[in-house]
């Protein structure tokens, strides 16, 4: 199934002009992961204390997608800038991860969303995105695979909260959309873990 992380490559080509001027301007990839860490964490904060102010919902959108070209641009500066360290790996991974649970677990606040379902699916994100960790760890590639990664997850959820900013009222067809968002997460899971597996077994058998 394609995944919007499939784009990955054309948004940072339009993206790379803007990379050489923050580079210029002393902006490093830590700076800017920190930086999308934080609003992030107030975004969903703000939230998660006004649960029915439409205009933070609204909001969402918008910040979800500054917040996929920051995490473009943070990773390009790193591997194109010489700015790769530990300390910006360990940014990266669990900037996202806090990101993510920050942003989208206010929604289960929201009048009429299923709270359950927003919750599971932040639990299997999590999940998600450390089995894609730990896949290094084992001797395979860090895996993005699909059909639900971080990129389809921020376009789903800012859909949504576009929608409830917008005063469509929550009911049946959100909480068949967050069912159906926890099944391909939880669908992205085993991906991960499988082809994680499969590519370690595969290059010991080329070695052997």
């Not at 609003?39 to 006004?50: D, E, K, T, Y």
């Not at 790769?84 to 206010?106: F, H, I, Q, T, W």
């Not at 993005?144 to 009911?171: C, H, M, N, Q, T």
């Amino acid at each position: 199934m394609p995944s919007i992380y499939d784009l990955k490559p054309r948004f940072q080509n339009m993206l790379r002009p803007l990379n050489s001027h923050l580079v210029k301007l002393g902006i490093t990839a830590n700076l800017v992961t920190l930086f999308a860490l934080l609003l992030s964490v107030a975004l969903g904060a703000a939230i998660a204390l006004n649960p029915e102010n439409k205009l933070l919902l609204l909001l969402m959108p918008l910040w979800l997608f500054v917040r996929m070209a920051l995490n473009a641009i943070d990773g390009m500066l790193a591997r194109e800038h010489d700015m790769k360290s530990r300390l910006g790996a360990v940014l990266n991974e669990m900037g996202d991860v806090v990101s993510d649970s920050a942003l989208y677990l206010p929604l289960a606040l929201v009048a009429g969303v299923d709270p359950v379902s927003v919750t599971l699916i932040v639990i299997v994100s999590i999940m998600v995105e450390m089995v894609g960790v730990v896949s290094v760890q084992i001797g395979a590639s860090r895996r993005y695979d699909g059909p639900f990664g971080k990129s389809d997850r921020a376009f789903v959820f800012g859909a949504l909260s576009l929608l409830l900013g917008l005063g469509i009222e929550p009911g049946s067809w959100s909480d068949w959309l967050l069912w159906v968002m926890l099944l391909l997460s939880c669908i992205t899971l085993i991906n991960r873990a499988k082809n994680g597996l499969a590519e370690v077994k595969g290059e010991t058998r080329n070695a052997g």
